[in-house]
């Protein structure tokens, strides 16, 4: 079955640690995405890949960080200088060349700080 | 500044009462608009996309409108297993990028 894979489901970090989400992707999709989602809010999209060993900052990028090696693959990195990390990750891929603008997601990684 | 709201926050229906879910946009040029269902502690999962006004599209019970400044998710005779988070994003600029509102929170009661 084609789809997107995220792991941990749940993840507990101490404070000042870094951890790294996975994220990967059988659906042969270009594009790939982080998002954040905290209760009451939209999605905030955190860095995006257009292309392999390529990516850009989306709108709230700082104490984040991500890689790009390969097509299937691109693990988010929650590094000890993210104030307020506890939320829910959601990853998604896209074909990413119009008109197919649609992005699918993976099942979400909850993290939570202790 | 791109921007999109959701009313209502929340809605309860009983089982068979059709309604409408309101998705009130902003955007400098829109390239896309995206219905996504929600189940708690699950990723989202894609509906409907719209891409100019007066389009329309359905799918069993749901069905999506595009106006120019507004989109509505349309549920006719909703059941239980309708209960959900409902997700409404657009896209404009020159990227991929989503803006997604808050989410309207769907309880379909027997």
């Known amino acids: 079955d084609g789809g997107i894979t995220q792991s941990p489901k749940y993840l507990f970090r101490k404070e000042g640690q870094n951890v790294t989400l996975s994220c990967e992707q059988n659906l042969n999709h270009d594009a790939m995405y982080w998002y954040r989602q905290d209760p009451g809010q939209g999605l905030r999209l955190i860095y995006y890949s257009q292309i392999v060993n390529d990516f850009q900052k989306g709108d709230i990028a700082e104490g984040y960080s991500v890689s790009r090696e390969k097509k299937e693959s691109f693990p988010l990195t929650v590094t000890s200088a993210q104030k307020n990390p506890t939320a829910f990750y959601l990853c998604?891929?896209?074909?990413?060349?119009?008109?197919?603008?649609?992005?699918?997601f993976g099942p979400g990684t909850r993290l939570t700080v202790l | 500044e791109d921007q999109v709201t959701q009313s209502p926050e929340a809605l309860r229906l009983q089982e068979g009462e059709s309604s409408s879910l309101n998705c009130s946009y902003t955007v400098s040029g829109l390239r896309g608009l995206f219905w996504y269902r929600q189940d708690p502690g699950k990723g989202p999962e894609f509906l409907f996309t719209?891409?100019?006004a007066g389009e329309e599209k359905e799918k069993e019970r749901l069905k999506a409108t595009l106006t120019k400044k507004e989109s509505f998710l349309h549920i006719t005779a909703p059941k239980p297993e309708d209960s959900a988070t409902y997700l409404c994003a657009v896209q404009s600029g020159g990227y991929n990028k989503l803006i997604f509102g808050a989410g309207t929170r769907l309880a379909v009661h027997p």
């Open positions: 719209l891409y100019s």
């Open positions: 998604a891929s896209s074909i990413g060349a119009p008109p197919y603008n649609e992005q699918f």
